[in-house]
């Protein structure tokens, strides 16, 4: 009999491999050292399905550097559990695979079908299962169904995929060049400096997209308002007031815009024309990541990580398409029928599909980008078979909608503008309305819909001025990116790929080097990317980034190779690096300073002691090493504190208390997250123990009187 | 007298701790300090001396805010480029402030270069550093060429 080893990305996905090949669809579930793997019986063949956790394998230099030395050119592919001390249980992973993989005669690689996926399984295939990546094969698919995985297991590849994993090896490896370099030399040019250790970071994409956000910062600190006025006007007509807009938008004096409400003043329009244009909307394309990302933020705020998690999970149920697409096409081997047939099988959606198939031909809208590797995102038809979180039910919603809508004939709106005359001056009023709902209907109530009625007015009928203003505005800085709007402008500029842009994002918060929703750029990110500029701009120019995206693409595409790639840009990257070694103390004297006051202006809160006025501040004792909120009025007597946290990584929130109206504060741990209020806490804290005490006398009273009198019932059991 | 005879006969330090804060120290008068004391260092003790005076006078925090110590007057970071008077954010901000107020003398018609900072300084709109630079403007008119 011949045994088959499998290996999946994550244990939920090689669950649903072993249950979709196993003969019966109930695989036997093994666990070795808390590892799951899972044995499925198909004809004359034992198939092990065993999972990896993410990357099994990552790079780390080569030989004994010391830990923080730099600059580094020699690197190797180490298991991750020797290279991250929180990564110890990935060796257990390890072990049982090498163990499995001893036994196995055919190895096939179903990770997901991209860059990294691929990766994830050559590393494992070569470095734990001695080589096997030679003669392993692939298989390929885009949801996570029963049908497709067995289709994608009977056409398998006879090999793996060399182009996406020379391509993910080359990401790999330059990313990590980058960033090693580049981060030991500003966190250990600050740390040279003696003002406290503070990691300070950028990368091949991380540089660029701060400097994004660290430049509308820039425009937004700099700018200087200048006015404008405009007119508003509005009119009466049958028991209804309409806003006017005038023909100019903005006006830019005041004597201009004095003189208009002037003239206008009790003024009688006259209808001078009245022009109808119909419009036809096409349907929206169908979702790619990004506008799925995109699409998720604006109606429901999900930040784009949280969407992508939340998208992975619902391809783990086989509800959806793989996630992390750039296509926005939807080729017809999907089944549009099948599919539309599973989504009818949940009553709010059926009258909306037999609307879809009552049509002669289902052809859905497609969009421009393309993906080799994988089609659009589209749901895959099958019902939940566990209750979905609140959040997934949302995205599954928005992205059957979505799907839906594609399918949909064009929306058909009547835009009507009528013109307004007095002497030389117009004023326009605009309405629109839907003729023929379209693919609006499909995706309520995600789209928008303009509907804005007009007075019933002729042409050369006359209509009073009921008020006209000039008002006076000024105008707007520059907004401020948000996680989404941050995604849009990586993707338009090429940086980084679907995959990773969100936990670039993710790990610009986590460096503290932005903040808020509205992403403002802390004082630190201002430094780093000011001193990158003035001594290597090429670290930080999203143009030498992009340039290195496309090559990698040409890797991926069969055009170049890893080698090439890699010796072109380290023969970049050293002479920049040699150069800022040479500067390194002047670096660390300018970063050392701006850590420094940002580490003191994050553990000050913005609140005053409530018994001095003075500042408080996040304190760790000498003594106890525990921290707290102290007053920075000690010296002066005041011994106001409270109590913190002693778990994860403090941040002072701007958010204030609703009860107390104290500064908010943030203890992270890990994934885990929890937001309180010391001074409610505190306060909380002190009822407690006032009740525990209480209950002790209670308890001490209960038992001597019990003492006294036998029998009688204690205090503690009531 | 001449800028060197001066300089000859009160000693550096005095020279610079004489000149006013505000007035600026050409290049050429720079320039001449720097031939003084190399010719001084080389003919007697005192001019090691004065060399330090000198050095210390640029350090010091009167030295700083003026420019001759090439830094921002706001904020001291280092003034990178040629011709600038601020560091490059104050200065954005400054040529910001300079092209609103041609607008604003448009649409106003000639307000007062105080009433226009004081404005600007008021606006929830205007970035930190461009109000930072309207109040410096506002203590210090001369600045506003």
């Known amino acids: ?718 | 007298m001449s800028e060197k005879t001066r300089i000859e006969k009160m000693g550096i330090a005095e020279y610079i701790a004489s000149s006013n804060r505000d007035s600026l120290l050409t290049l050429t008068s720079l320039q001449k300090i720097v031939t003084i004391i190399s010719k001084n260092s080389k003919n007697n003790r005192d001019g090691k001396e004065q060399e330090f005076l000198f050095q210390r006078a640029v350090l010091s925090d009167r030295a700083r805010s003026s420019p001759l110590s090439m830094t921002c007057p706001l904020c001291h970071e280092e003034i990178d480029a040629a011709g600038a008077d601020y560091c490059a954010s104050h200065q954005r901000a400054f040529e910001n402030i300079k092209r609103a107020f041609s607008t604003w003398t448009v649409a106003y018609g000639s307000p007062r270069v105080s009433d226009f900072l004081e404005q600007v300084q008021k606006l929830p709109q205007t970035g930190l550093k461009a109000k930072e630079i309207a109040r410096f403007l506002l203590e210090n008119p001369l600045r506003w060429k």
């Open chain 1, 1 to 718: 009999m011949i045994q088959t080893l499998i290996v999946c990305e994550k244990p939920d996905a090689a669950a649903r491999v072993a249950r979709a090949l196993d003969e019966d669809g109930d695989p036997r579930r093994v666990d070795t050292q808390g590892v799951p793997y899972y044995e499925a019986r198909r004809r004359q063949e034992t198939i092990i399905v065993c999972s990896a956790l993410g990357h099994l394998y990552s790079i780390d230099s080569k030989g004994d550097t010391p830990h923080r030395y730099y600059p580094i050119w020699d690197y190797r592919w180490e298991p991750r559990h020797l290279i991250d001390k929180k990564s110890a249980r990935l060796s257990r992973w390890i072990q049982t695979i090498s163990s499995l993989a001893r036994n196995a005669d055919r190895f096939v690689n179903a990770c997901d079908y991209d860059v990294e996926g691929s990766l994830i399984g050559y590393t494992i295939l070569r470095y734990a299962c001695s080589d096997a990546h030679a003669k392993a094969q692939r298989m390929k698919f885009s949801t996570m169904t029963e049908k497709e995985l067995q289709t994608a297991y009977k056409s398998v590849f006879p090999q793996l995929d060399y182009s996406q994993v020379e391509a993910g090896r080359c990401r790999h490896e330059l990313d990590w060049l980058y960033g090693i370099n580049l981060s030991r030399l500003l966190t250990e040019s600050a740390l040279k400096q003696n003002r406290g250790y503070s990691t300070l970071s950028t990368g091949r994409v991380q540089g660029p997209t701060l400097k994004f956000v660290v430049q509308r910062e820039e425009e937004i600190q700099c700018f200087t308002p200048t006015p404008f006025w405009t007119i508003k006007a509005t009119i009466q007509h049958e028991d209804e007031t309409y806003s006017l807009d005038y023909e100019k938008e903005k006006i830019p004096t005041l004597a201009e815009a004095t003189r208009i409400a002037v003239d206008c003043k009790n003024a009688l329009l006259e209808v001078a024309n009245i022009e109808t244009k119909t419009i036809q909307q096409p349907p929206p394309y169908p979702f790619d990541l990004s506008t799925l990302q995109s699409e998720a933020y604006g109606h429901f705020g999900y930040t784009p990580s949280r969407t992508l998690a939340l998208a992975g999970s619902l391809y783990l149920d086989a509800l959806i398409s793989y996630p992390r697409t750039s296509s926005q096409k939807l080729p017809p081997d999907i089944g549009y029928s099948e599919i539309l047939r599973g989504i009818a099988a949940r009553a709010e959606y059926r009258s909306l599909v037999s609307k879809l198939t009552n049509r002669t031909s289902l052809r859905p809208t497609q969009g421009p980008r393309q993906d080799s590797a994988h089609p659009a995102i589209y749901p895959t038809g099958e019902s939940p078979k566990r209750r979905l979180l609140h959040h997934e039910a949302n995205l599954l919603d928005l992205i059957i909608k979505r799907f839906m809508a594609t399918f949909a004939e064009s929306s058909l709106l009547e835009r009507t503008k009528l013109i307004l005359r007095k002497d030389q001056h117009s004023f326009f009023l605009e309405g629109s309305k839907l003729l023929r709902d379209g693919w609006i209907e499909f995706y309520r109530p995600y789209s928008s819909e303009p509907d804005q009625k007009l007075p019933d007015l002729r042409v050369g009928e006359k209509v009073l001025i009921k008020k006209i203003d000039a008002v006076e505005k000024f105008t707007e800085p520059p907004s401020r990116y948000n996680p989404s709007s941050l995604l849009r402008k990586m993707e338009d500029e090429n940086l980084g790929t679907k995959a990773t842009r969100a936990e670039i994002i993710e790990i610009l918060y986590w460096r503290g080097y932005i903040k808020d929703i509205r992403i403002q750029a802390t004082p630190v990110a201002v430094k780093i990317i000011g001193i990158l500029d003035r001594y290597c701009p090429m670290i930080t120019d999203s143009g030498f980034t992009s340039q290195l995206e496309t090559q990698m693409e040409e890797i991926r595409s069969g055009n170049a190779t890893r080698r090439e790639i890699l010796a072109n840009t380290l023969d970049r990257l050293r002479p920049v690096m040699l150069h800022l070694i040479s500067k390194e103390e002047s670096l660390g004297s300018q970063l050392a300073e701006t850590v420094a006051t940002q580490r003191k202006t994050n553990a000050t809160f913005g609140h005053p002691c409530p018994s001095c006025g003075s500042r408080l501040m996040i304190i760790r004792s000498r003594t106890s090493g525990k921290r707290f909120i102290g007053c920075a009025g000690y010296a002066k007597g005041c011994r106001f504190t409270l109590p913190l946290p002693q778990f994860g990584s403090l941040t002072i929130t701007r958010k204030s208390c609703k009860v107390c109206g104290f500064q908010l504060i943030t203890a992270r741990s890990g994934r885990r997250r929890m937001i309180s209020c010391p001074r409610c806490y505190s306060n909380k804290a002190r009822q407690t123990a006032k009740i525990i005490s209480a209950v002790k006398s209670i308890r001490i009273s209960s038992s001597d009187s019990k003492s006294l009198l036998e029998g009688a019932p204690l205090v503690q059991d009531k």
